[in-house]
């Protein structure tokens, strides 16, 4: 089973700055949407950033103007920039993308998720 590979993440002060990385293990012949989604303690798990194949974005309302999702050089890696940090923003953070790594068999993955810490 395939899990996606994340990075980043910790503790950081209200105001500060973060940068998550994902990345889909091996070979693939091809990435198509990407996303990050947050789950903090006694709420339902949400989508924070996404990214199309075409370079689309789109933010919960919540983080426009403060989160930047990007793609990276390397065709299989995702970037979440986290500026403006604030406590709410606390919880875990999960990567999940589509990946072929045949053409034709696009399958979504999920990463382990990353803790994100924000104190006031």
């Known amino acids: 089973q395939v899990q996606l590979v994340e990075s980043g993440g910790g503790l950081v002060q209200a105001g500060g700055s973060q940068r998550l990385s994902c990345a889909a293990p091996g070979s693939i012949f091809r990435l198509n949407g990407m996303g990050w989604y947050r789950q903090a303690p006694g709420k339902q798990r949400e989508l924070a950033a996404a990214?199309?194949?075409?370079?689309?974005?789109n933010y919960a309302d919540s983080v426009k103007g403060r989160f930047t999702i990007s793609r990276g050089i390397a065709k299989n890696t995702v970037y979440l920039q986290m500026d403006n940090l604030k406590p709410e923003d606390t919880a875990v953070y999960y990567c999940n993308a589509n990946v072929e790594y045949e053409l034709g068999y696009p399958i979504t993955y999920w990463g382990q998720g990353t803790q994100v810490t924000v104190s006031s």
């Open positions: 990214i199309t194949s075409g370079g689309s974005t």
